[in-house]
């Protein structure tokens, strides 16, 4: 076997695309992506055997550090057979022989893989089958742990809600809560138009407005156009927008609530039905008052949700998306998320991924836990990643760094 340090974009792309548990982040066109968007440097590398036949690759990442140095970083990788325990080895050797050639502290790499099976509450599922062996061996291998994290605190998520699409479509959407699909019904009452949208702008100020309310940090709109750039290439993105149509939508509520209030004065609704006429008759006026301010002003409709949905060969994940108050009020994003799911479905994928979660769904931090819930109705699988690994090189400025990085960027504000 070979390690090879610049692995060919067809040869890369080929051997990823033949990986089911390939995650997007380490994708060719996501190393093109941080390159153009946030200045990191990425580096495609891998081992081919005596046939010159790739068995393994890995997008690298890197950061500039002063002092000439640098540190790597390998999102939801490696792109390997960790139970193949000869290549995975001989993989990360050939990686420290890597990382001292390019002078670099240290590499952190979180893979995709499943630590062990959870109950909805995070808890360990004993006597079921675990990836505790790859984990040991990741230590085995001169790994440092960086802990069990359960909110946000490392570079991905450390867990994820993913839908499993080996099933009938019927026995999919059955498991969804059904408390969710009431919304979905919900939302057909608003003449939601579903599309495929290009305009990431669109999208960009949509989650500006997200993040504002919520307290996130939402990334410049040049980072969202180089993203959909280099995956349209690849075909391995789509823009689902949902657009509605202000004007008729109080048209129809005007009428719809005319009529239920006549009905309710001539008494033609039975008393048993009287408290959900006057409950809908109160749904019907907030519409009209929180439709009123957009009267007259988008004849061409508005798009109230815009998501970006990424894919490989196997699966999809749900990776951003943006909405205004209208796409709460409408349950646009739920309908947003219903929809991907079945184009997901359509596509005979093997799994959609909801990308993110916490591993305490009882967290009173930001409004992590109410995000959390909204995922879990999908009827997914709650799983916990084996969490962060860095692979030292300079013991010494590796300990030392965080607080050089901090000495740096005071100077350079």
Same mark, same amino acid.
């Given at each position: 076997?070979?390690?090879?340090?610049?692995?060919?974009?067809?040869?890369? +792309?080929?051997?990823?695309?033949?990986?089911?548990?390939?995650?997007?982040?380490?994708?060719?066109?996501?190393?093109?992506?941080?390159?153009?968007?946030?200045?990191?440097?990425?580096?495609?590398?891998?081992?081919?055997?005596?046939?010159?036949?790739?068995?393994?690759?890995?997008?690298?990442?890197?950061?500039?550090?002063?002092?000439?140095?640098?540190?790597?970083?390998?999102?939801?990788?490696? &792109?390997?057979?960790?139970?193949?325990?000869?290549?995975?080895?001989?993989?990360?050797?050939?990686?420290?022989?890597?990382?001292?050639?390019?002078?670099?502290?240290?590499?952190?790499? $979180?893979?995709?893989?499943?630590?062990? $099976?959870?109950?909805?509450?995070?808890?360990? @599922?004993?006597?079921?089958?675990?990836?505790?062996?790859?984990?040991?061996?990741?230590?085995?291998?001169?790994?440092?742990?960086?802990?069990?994290?359960?909110?946000?605190?490392?570079?991905?998520?450390?867990?994820?809600?993913?839908?499993?699409?080996?099933?009938?479509?019927?026995?999919? @959407?059955?498991?969804?809560?059904?408390?969710?699909?009431?919304?979905?019904?919900?939302?057909?009452?608003?003449?939601?138009?579903?599309?495929?949208?290009?305009?990431?702008?669109?999208?960009?100020?949509?989650?500006?407005?997200?993040?504002?309310?919520?307290?996130?940090?939402?990334?410049?709109?040049?980072?969202?156009?180089?993203?959909?750039?280099?995956?349209?290439?690849?075909?391995? &993105?789509?823009?689902?927008?949902?657009? @509605?149509?202000?004007?008729?939508? @109080?048209?129809?509520?005007?009428?719809?609530?005319?009529?239920?209030?006549?009905? #309710?004065?001539?008494?033609?609704?039975?008393?048993?039905?009287?408290?959900?006429?006057?409950?809908?008759?109160?749904?019907?006026?907030?519409?009209?008052?929180?439709?009123?301010?957009?009267?007259?002003?988008?004849?061409?409709?508005? +798009?109230?949700?815009?998501?970006?949905?990424?894919?490989?060969?196997?699966?999809?994940? #749900?990776?951003?998306?943006?909405?205004? +108050?209208?796409?709460?009020?409408?349950?646009? &994003?739920?309908?947003?998320?219903?929809?991907?799911?079945?184009?997901?479905?359509?596509?005979?994928?093997?799994?959609?991924?909801?990308?993110?979660?916490?591993? $305490?769904?009882?967290?009173?931090?930001?409004?992590?836990?109410?995000?959390?819930?909204?995922?879990?109705?999908?009827?997914?699988?709650?799983?916990?990643?084996?969490?962060?690994?860095?692979?030292?090189?300079?013991?010494?400025?590796?300990?030392?760094?965080?607080?050089?990085?901090? +000495?740096?960027?005071?100077?350079?504000?």
């Amino acid at each position: 076997m070979k390690f090879i340090e610049n692995v060919k974009k067809e040869d890369y +792309i080929k051997f990823f695309n033949s990986c089911k548990n390939a995650h997007f982040l380490q994708s060719y066109e996501w190393g093109q992506t941080q390159k153009e968007a946030r200045g990191l440097i990425p580096y495609y590398v891998g081992v081919v055997d005596n046939k010159n036949k790739l068995q393994a690759c890995a997008l690298l990442l890197k950061r500039k550090t002063p002092l000439n140095m640098s540190y790597f970083y390998v999102p939801r990788g490696f &792109v390997i057979d960790y139970h193949d325990e000869k290549l995975f080895a001989f993989f990360v050797e050939g990686l420290k022989n890597f990382l001292k050639k390019e002078n670099a502290i240290y590499l952190k790499v $979180d893979p995709g893989v499943k630590y062990q $099976d959870i109950d909805e509450k995070a808890n360990r @599922i004993e006597n079921v089958e675990n990836n505790h062996d790859i984990f040991n061996k990741f230590l085995e291998l001169g790994f440092i742990h960086k802990g069990f994290y359960k909110l946000y605190e490392g570079n991905q998520p450390r867990y994820t809600i993913r839908v499993h699409l080996d099933k009938d479509k019927e026995e999919i @959407i059955k498991n969804i809560s059904k408390t969710y699909m009431n919304t979905i019904k919900r939302s057909y009452s608003y003449d939601l138009e579903i599309e495929e949208g290009n305009n990431v702008d669109i999208m960009h100020d949509l989650i500006l407005n997200n993040a504002q309310k919520d307290g996130f940090h939402a990334y410049s709109t040049e980072y969202y156009r180089s993203f959909y750039k280099y995956f349209k290439e690849n075909n391995s &993105v789509k823009l689902l927008n949902v657009r @509605i149509y202000p004007d008729k939508i @109080i048209k129809k509520t005007k009428n719809e609530l005319k009529e239920l209030k006549e009905k #309710l004065e001539s008494k033609e609704i039975s008393k048993k039905n009287i408290a959900d006429a006057n409950d809908r008759v109160k749904r019907l006026e907030k519409d009209l008052e929180v439709f009123a301010p957009y009267k007259g002003k988008y004849k061409d409709g508005k +798009i109230i949700v815009s998501s970006a949905i990424t894919y490989t060969k196997y699966g999809a994940w #749900l990776l951003y998306l943006g909405n205004d +108050i209208l796409g709460e009020r409408t349950f646009a &994003v739920n309908r947003c998320y219903y929809e991907a799911l079945l184009d997901s479905i359509n596509k005979k994928l093997d799994f959609f991924d909801l990308f993110g979660t916490v591993g $305490d769904p009882k967290t009173t931090y930001k409004k992590l836990a109410g995000l959390h819930e909204f995922k879990r109705k999908f009827g997914g699988e709650y799983i916990e990643f084996l969490g962060e690994f860095d692979l030292v090189n300079k013991p010494f400025w590796y300990k030392v760094l965080p607080t050089l990085l901090k +000495i740096y960027r005071k100077l350079h504000k």
